[in-house]
């Protein structure tokens, strides 16, 4: 199969990723075209800039949650609508777990087979960026797939006298980019700066035209015809099977069909508060015959009719003041609980299952009090990076001993004791964490439930078990 695409990748974290991807998705559409949007690794927010620029949803490309094939099935799904797909990349171009290039953009345009745009900074610099370009190319093999370059923060006189460098080095130079705050996205400690940060139209407006701006800008001194031209350069990539996905297969050959079962309504918590989550794992919902139930906790008065919820992660701290004082939807979750409704609260959903949050600047705001416990700011990160969760108890995610691949990143700590499954990097360390019951997965592991049919079906069979014990 065809598909035009190129990743935007950078020499760093901060070196203007996502501001190039925004503008560059922004452009395209302007000129005309349906491009789609993927991000490297378990990233969220990212991917929350793609959707409020693009109005569709873009989905992750991570090779420590999928196989090769995997990753390629997600590429041509997102792709399958699109005239050009833009890849954006994580942190440094070969960066991952360690030192060791895994899970990297370097791995995933390797996996892809895709063309590399390197977005290097040049703010104070002249041929030094000449000097860490050769050495991005030529560090790893995965360097051979950079194959054009776009300054950022430098000079159009500087760049003049750097093109033709770059031209020697066998690479396109494809523009640059001025120094302009302007064109920068205000950063925080999960990340960038949300863009609908509180959900008021003033502030999509002032998002999105600030990404006009970069879109301008790389008019202006940007080479978009070459960008173009690079990413259909990109070869034909293909699955076995397209349709062989592998919870749909397990599906069918493993699993009695339930003959009557009814339709499971799941309620997902999207807001500004809770805007984690995977569109894979939402397809995987929908793909069992899920019904998907969009509620906010900050100004639904109660939770939807439903058969199960899952509260994701995101920013409930930012928005601590008015999610207590919706105590409506407070006593909602709280009475949905103690009748056993089926509960996913990941990281941020499950901050708002304690009694109370403490924010930095010491301010105490009730909760739902499902949990009798406190949580409270930390001050630096806590767990960070990939897990191999494995349950130690029978629970709403299955039997003990079930496995899922999920992703940590946090800087609050929980009074409540966690220790019901087993978290594990990939480098070995070990700890106990999350709490599991018949009704509830809580913890601070955002789950891959796309690659662990078991895990989904299981929680997929405790609603439909709720419902029915409710309908009788």
């Known amino acids: 199969m065809k598909i035009s695409r190129i990743m935007i990748a950078g020499t760093k974290s901060g070196c203007g990723k996502t501001s190039v991807s925004c503008g560059l998705l922004r452009l395209l559409q302007r000129q005309g075209k349906s491009p789609a949007a993927f991000k490297c690794g378990p990233d969220y927010i990212d991917p929350i800039y793609h959707r409020e620029v693009l109005d569709v949803a873009s989905r992750n490309l991570d090779s420590f949650f999928c196989t090769k094939e995997e990753l390629v099935r997600e590429l041509i799904k997102g792709s399958a609508h ?64 950079i194959k054009g370059v776009l300054f950022n923060r430098m000079a159009p006189s500087v760049y003049a006298d750097i093109k033709d460098e770059v031209k020697k080095m066998g690479l396109l130079p494809l523009g640059c980019l001025p120094k302009d705050e302007a064109l920068r996205f205000e950063r925080r400690h999960l990340g960038l700066v949300l863009p609908v940060d509180g959900g008021r139209a003033e502030e999509k407006e002032r998002f999105l035209a600030q990404v006009d701006a970069v879109a301008d800008a790389l008019l202006r001194y940007a080479d978009i015809e070459g960008i173009c031209s690079l990413a259909g350069e990109a070869s034909e990539i293909d699955v076995q099977d397209q349709t062989e996905d592998p919870i749909i297969k397990d599906r ?49 008065k109660t939770l939807p009719v439903c058969d199960g919820v899952i509260l994701p992660g995101g920013y409930p701290e930012l928005h601590a003041k008015q999610l207590s004082e919706n105590t409506g939807m407070l006593f909602s979750i709280r009475e949905a609980a103690r009748e056993g409704l089926p509960m996913i609260a990941e990281c941020g959903g ?63 700590l929980s009074d409540r004791v966690q220790e019901d499954a087993t978290c594990k990097k990939p480098t070995g360390k070990a700890w106990n964490g999350c709490v599991l019951t018949k009704t509830m997965y809580a913890g601070f592991v955002h789950l891959w439930l796309s690659g662990n049919g078991e895990m989904l079906r299981a929680f997929i069979s405790a609603c439909a078990e709720y419902a029915e014990k409710r309908d009788v």
């Open 350 to 412: 499950f901050l708002y299952l304690h009694r109370d949050l403490t924010d930095p600047d010491g301010n105490t705001f009730p909760l739902a009090n499902v949990l009798d416990a406190s949580c409270r700011y930390a001050g630096f990160q806590r767990q960070f990076g990939y897990v191999n969760m494995e349950t130690k108890t029978d629970s709403v995610l299955g039997r003990k001993g079930s496995v899922c691949k999920g992703h940590e990143f946090h800087y609050y």
């Open 252 to 300: 069918e050959e493993n699993r009695p069909k339930k003959e009557g079962r009814k339709n499971v309504r799941i309620a997902i918590a999207e807001d500004e508060a809770f805007c984690f989550i995977y569109e894979a794992n939402k397809e995987a919902l929908r793909r069992e015959g899920c019904t998907l139930i969009s509620f906010s906790p900050l100004k639904d």
């Open 82 to 145: 699109a005239d050009i797909s833009v890849i954006e990349g994580v942190m440094g171009y070969y960066d991952g777990l360690g030192i060791t290039g895994k899970t990297s953009p370097s791995e995933i345009a390797a996996l892809t087979d895709t063309p590399v745009l390197l977005i290097v900074d040049g703010a104070g610099r002249g041929a030094s960026v000449l000097a860490e370009l050769s050495g991005f190319c030529s560090y790893r093999p995965e360097g051979r797939r």
